[in-house]
């Protein structure tokens, strides 16, 4: 019996069907029993004990950052740091000093000596996550630390070397990117000795129902939904749904629910309305020669976040957009503001 089922109550192990290997409810688990994710998974076991560069693809939401985790904990490193930093989050300057590091006085504002988080994941892994948002100057200093095996922190002279491992992830398809002339071939070839993909929510509709008693039983507001259970209509239209912004949206709808249901079973009312009606679309209004191009763009995005109830995030899936390109389009409307970050927008 596999450690799930010593956790489950014996209705959940019959609903949960083939065991799910490789998991206990935990934070840094991954929790399966598609035949995708057990493919991904036996190539994660051939490659973690090896110290090959590895690069992970997949939309947002599909969880590269546990795979790279559970890379690192089945390594020879598991004892040393994981470090994970987002690229897309920063801007070039900000990225370089969070990677490299700073000197005291090494610009306005540097009042003390910073170590970069390449540094304090000596001996360990370094996960880069959105790598394909990097800036070309920050690609040639990833590119000259990977090779050398040594950092200059921002404002020093001294080259600091550093064993580490690095793992990176995108949502972009790095070899066009390198075809545009965005991402730099050489770095790119760098960092794939081996490529992984995380497969969408969608590709993996096995792992959708015990993705749901696995969030409703261990997320941060299970307190509050200890004992609830979930009906066959519901449970339904889950599996069903088809999860844009993947197992990160899956994730915020449970807590929605545990929060939210009312009773011990959550029932079809309970499901937010795009997942009870899946087939509702955005209507675009007919051409109109006065409309250009930019302020069509500024509707089908606002759009976009009304109907996802202000969540950038699965917005920004929907749209084929980074979470990055999102943000400047909504500072750009003066409307970044006005849409809180997992909450309905605010009226006007």
Avoid at 308 to 329: R, S, V
């Amino acid at each position: 019996m596999s450690d799930i089922n010593k956790i489950l109550p014996p209705s959940d192990q019959q609903l949960l069907g083939t065991p799910i290997t490789n998991n206990i409810l935990d934070d840094k688990k991954i929790v399966y029993k598609s035949e995708a994710m057990h493919q991904l998974m036996h190539m994660v076991d051939r490659v973690a004990p090896s110290t090959a560069t590895v690069l992970i693809m997949g939309e947002s939401g599909t969880g590269k950052e546990l795979v790279a985790h559970a890379i690192h904990e089945k390594s020879s490193r598991a004892n040393k740091p994981f470090i994970a930093i987002n690229c897309g989050a920063l801007r070039e300057t900000l990225l370089e000093s969070e990677l490299f590091g700073h000197e005291k006085g090494a610009f306005t504002g540097a009042y003390a000596r910073k170590i970069g988080l390449a540094e304090v994941a000596d001996g360990g892994t370094l996960f880069l996550d959105e790598l394909g948002e990097m800036s070309p100057g920050i690609q040639a200093k990833l590119l000259r630390f990977l090779q050398e095996g040594e950092v200059y922190r921002v404002g020093g002279k001294e080259p600091i070397k550093v064993d580490i491992r690095l793992i990176s992830a995108t949502n972009r398809e790095l070899d066009k990117e390198v075809t545009r002339g965005n991402f730099r071939e050489d770095l790119f070839y760098r960092i794939n000795t081996i490529m992984l993909s995380a497969p969408p929510l969608r590709r993996r509709r096995d792992d959708i129902t015990p993705l749901i008693h696995h969030f409703l039983q261990s997320g941060p507001h299970s307190y509050l939904g200890r004992g609830k259970k979930i009906d066959e209509e519901a449970m339904t239209h889950m599996c069903k749904y088809d999860w844009p912004g993947n197992i990160r949206e899956l994730q915020n709808v449970c807590e929605r629910l545990q929060i939210l249901s009312e009773g011990e079973t959550i029932t079809f009312a309970d499901l937010p309305e795009q997942i009870k009606s899946p087939d509702q679309k955005t209507i675009i209004d007919d051409y109109d020669p006065t409309i250009p191009l930019h302020e069509l763009e500024k509707r089908y995005i606002l759009k976009s976040l009304s109907y996802f109830e202000g969540n950038k995030t699965q917005a920004a899936n929907a749209l084929g957009i980074t979470i990055k390109t999102l943000y400047n389009k909504l500072h750009e409307y003066g409307e970044f503001e006005k849409f809180a970050v997992h909450s309905r927008p605010k009226s006007s």
